[in-house]
């Protein structure tokens, strides 16, 4: 199959050259008004409605867009698809659209307030057991303030609010035993010695604190039922996720950077990008001992699902014994791509390709970019972005062809997300679009 990207590109004009895919003009996109409802010209209308659509610059090739949204202001999460709704933050106010229409179905501020010009408003926001999670706060060059997570329903309405105090970012690392874990740090990176930056437990049912650990800056990590691990430069730190105990510190020999961790099977699993001839891929229990070990891969990323899965130099799956159920020998990033009951979808090279679960075998591979990575799974297509480019693209799980693909204007945008009925594409400064799947 000859795709439309590479046809393009040839032709002189690339992905970005792409004119007419929305049949829109140049004009200011409408907003919302100051309590959050659509004004009538933000109103979204298909495309080809004598109204037109906002124009936010997003170009689509092989697809009618369903809806066009612009939102005032700097969008600061990915987007989450949650019960009918789409929602992302922007400033400091969580927007959610009616995944249907477009059209706001409510919003909810944050009390977070920068208050200096030099002070900007960071937030992620995550979903989990169908509550939204809005963490929000403020950052200042090399430090950050006034975190808070907000627990909302679908609906829109506050469940619960936590402060941590805490100064520095916070990283909402998962959840686990009734709990979101939040690990916190500063630009100002120490090593596994450094103090300052607990670990936190929010208990899930109420948002209060649970615990807090003494670690140094984390950079992320993984959350199970038993254990929340979070990583460093040159270490992990393991912690009971019910009693805050911190089960064992594992810094690999050499001071090498940790560039992955992974919770499952009563394990924990770290990986490394380089070790010449030490192991790059350890399995630890509780104690925080070796199990097994491998040495033959650098290791980019990991996920475990009922085995664990490598991403890397290889896309490889291993056994709780650390077997090696199977290798594919084209590279990919495994940590949030989408996962089936029978398949997983990674990036190759320049492909966006579909593996066997079971056999590793490729089912099949399309052109994309060469940072096109899958990102979500809805109806019967997944769909991939490429930040760097600015670019998505939607693929046929049945057979890998391509069912249409666009381009994003502006700053690296979020990535996008999918449901049974289309993909949402989101920029940098608050155009939403709706792409049919």
């Not at 070796?290 to 490598?310: A, I, K, P």
């Not at 670019?391 to 799980?397: V, Y």
Request: aromatic content about 8%; charged content about 25%.
């Amino acid at each position: 199959m000859v795709s439309r990207r590479n046809s393009l590109r040839f032709a002189g004009t690339g992905l970005f050259g792409l004119a007419g895919c929305l049949g829109t003009d140049a004009s200011a996109a409408p907003t919302d008004t100051a309590d959050g409802t659509p004004s009538p010209d933000a109103s979204p209308t298909p495309r080809n409605s004598p109204t037109g659509t906002p124009h936010v610059g997003v170009e689509v090739d092989g697809a009618e867009p369903a809806w066009v949204r612009s939102l005032d202001g700097t969008v600061r999460t990915d987007p989450v698809a949650v019960d009918g709704r789409v929602a992302v933050v922007v400033g400091t106010t969580v927007h959610a659209l009616d995944a249907e229409t477009g059209e706001t179905a409510w919003t909810f501020e944050s009390p977070v307030s920068p208050d200096r010009d030099v002070d900007r408003p960071t937030a992620s926001l995550r979903e989990h057991g169908g509550t939204l999670y809005a963490l929000v706060g403020v950052s200042f060059g090399t430090g950050a303030s006034d975190h808070v997570l907000h627990a909302l329903t679908p609906d829109g309405e506050e469940e619960w609010t936590y402060e941590s105090g805490v100064g520095g970012f916070h990283d909402l690392v998962g959840f686990g035993d009734g709990a979101a874990v939040l690990a916190t740090s500063d630009d100002a990176i120490g090593g596994a010695g450094s103090g300052g930056h607990p670990v936190l437990a929010v208990d899930l049912a109420n948002g209060s604190e649970r615990w807090r650990a003494e670690s140094a800056d984390g950079m992320g990590g993984s959350v199970g039922d038993e254990y929340a691990v979070v990583r460093g430069y040159g270490w992990v730190d393991c912690f009971d996720v019910a009693t805050g105990e911190r089960r064992f510190r594992f810094e690999p020999d050499g001071g090498r950077d940790v560039e992955a961790t992974a919770v499952g099977d009563g394990r924990v699993f770290v990986g490394l990008r380089s070790g010449d001839d030490d192991p790059t891929l350890y399995a630890l229990a509780a104690d925080g001992s070796t199990d097994w070990s491998q040495s033959d891969r650098f290791v980019s990323s990991l996920r475990y699902v009922e085995n664990l899965y490598v991403g890397g130099s290889a896309v490889a799956r291993f056994g709780s014994d650390g077997s090696e159920r199977w290798s594919y020998d084209g590279g990919g990033l495994l940590t949030d791509v989408p996962f089936d009951d029978d398949a997983l979808y990674t990036n190759a090279g320049s492909r966006a390709v579909e593996l066997d679960r079971e056999t590793g075998e490729e089912r099949w591979a399309a052109d994309a970019t060469d940072l096109a990575i899958p990102r979500a799974r809805g109806a019967d297509a997944v769909v991939s972005s490429d930040g760097q480019e600015r670019a998505a693209f939607a693929h046929d799980i049945r057979t890998g062809d391509e069912l249409w693909c666009a381009s994003l204007p502006g700053e690296y945008p979020p990535d996008l997300v999918a449901d049974d009925t289309g993909a949402y594409l989101v920029t940098a400064l608050g155009g939403v679009v709706k792409v049919p799947l």
